[in-house]
């Protein structure tokens, strides 16, 4: 697997990262203990997941499986959306409810609209960074993370000098490497334009639907920050979507890209998404949420082995990108 340095943090991991999001959630424990087996033996290094991942539980069995591993690992974790309490009968129903998406994708809709009133987000305050921080180090078997993330976070929270200044602590006391900030394209530019104290990274969404992040990718790069870049297919069913649009794209493309893109199967797919994410200058890590062994396998290859050239990404990332502005 390719490495790279994560900016100027001193951290380096593989360029292609575990997304933990569907752990012990969307997947029970068997599955992912699998996909994460598979991702390890693949090479990847790089493994990110979240307080609220898997309500609560995703940090736990990762860091059961990394537990001898850890010294070979990044782990990337983040605060500020809290998991409420489940009640048992909610716990004891969740095979019920994977069994059902298996079975019924279309309902995966409207599990996910009531999954998202069992989160508290926003929870920006120094308690909540301190409790949190010390329940992942307990549920990761681990002493640091080497990334902590403000999870989701709204552009009002870089005015919280107090919460920076506790967070700086926690870097200085070793329990956290590279502190950073998770949320969408346009308050990664904010926070780039200040670069509050201790800030060193930036996660965001990029994908064929959303390339607004490049417009930060220079800001990241002189900056010296890691920029992890997640939902690189746009989310559950974005894989599907993708398609009809690449392939509008080759209609008009020069011939051998027009030839690389005729069939959008799932290693093809791949190829194209991934490599256009991490060819973007100031993404470092890419971590889409791949549970299926097969989708594991695929991804690798496409990132080891990719068919397209870096003037056939630029002409691809071209043609999406006049769909946004830097505004």
Not at 54 to 81: H, N, P, Q, V, W
Not at 85 to 104: C, D, N, Y
Not at 160 to 175: D, N
């Amino acid at each position: 697997m390719r490495t790279r340095p994560l900016g100027n943090t001193g951290l380096s991991a593989s360029v292609l990262g575990f997304g933990c999001s569907a752990i012990m959630g969307r997947t029970g424990r068997s599955e992912s203990l699998r996909a994460l087996s598979t991702a390890w033996a693949a090479g990847i290094t790089f493994y990110d997941t979240a307080r609220s991942y898997g309500y609560g539980e995703s940090e736990a069995l990762l860091g059961e499986f990394l537990r001898t591993r850890r010294d070979r690992a990044i782990i990337s974790t983040k605060f500020g959306i809290l998991a409420r309490r489940q009640p048992l009968w909610k716990q004891a129903a969740k095979p019920l409810v994977r069994a059902l998406l298996g079975a019924m994708p279309s309902a995966r809709s409207a599990v996910r609209k009531h999954v998202s009133g069992e989160f508290m987000q926003d929870q920006f305050t120094v308690a909540v960074l301190e409790q949190s921080l010390n329940e992942s180090l307990r549920k990761l078997k681990t002493d640091y993370v080497d990334l902590l993330f403000l999870h989701d976070a709204p552009e009002n929270a870089l005015q919280q000098e107090e919460l920076f200044f506790a967070l700086e602590k926690l870097v200085t006391a070793g329990k956290v490497r590279v502190a950073g900030i998770s949320a969408e394209p346009g308050v990664i530019i904010a926070a780039l334009r200040q670069k509050p104290r201790p800030l060193m990274a930036a996660q965001f969404p990029c994908s064929l639907f959303d390339l607004s992040a490049r417009w930060a990718g220079e800001a990241i790069v002189s900056c010296g920050w890691a920029g992890v870049a997640n939902h690189p297919f746009g989310g559950v069913g974005g894989a599907e979507k993708c398609r009809p649009l690449l392939t509008e794209f080759a209609a008009t493309a020069p011939t051998e890209l027009r030839e690389k893109l005729s069939n959008l199967s799932g290693p093809a797919l791949s190829d194209v998404i991934l490599n256009l994410v991490l060819g973007t200058p100031g993404i470092h890590v890419v971590t889409p949420a791949m549970m299926n062994p097969k989708h594991i396998r695929a991804n690798v290859d496409a990132v080891l082995r990719s068919r397209l050239t870096a003037a056939e990404l630029d002409l691809i990332r071209e043609a999406f990108s006049p769909r946004l502005s830097p505004a």
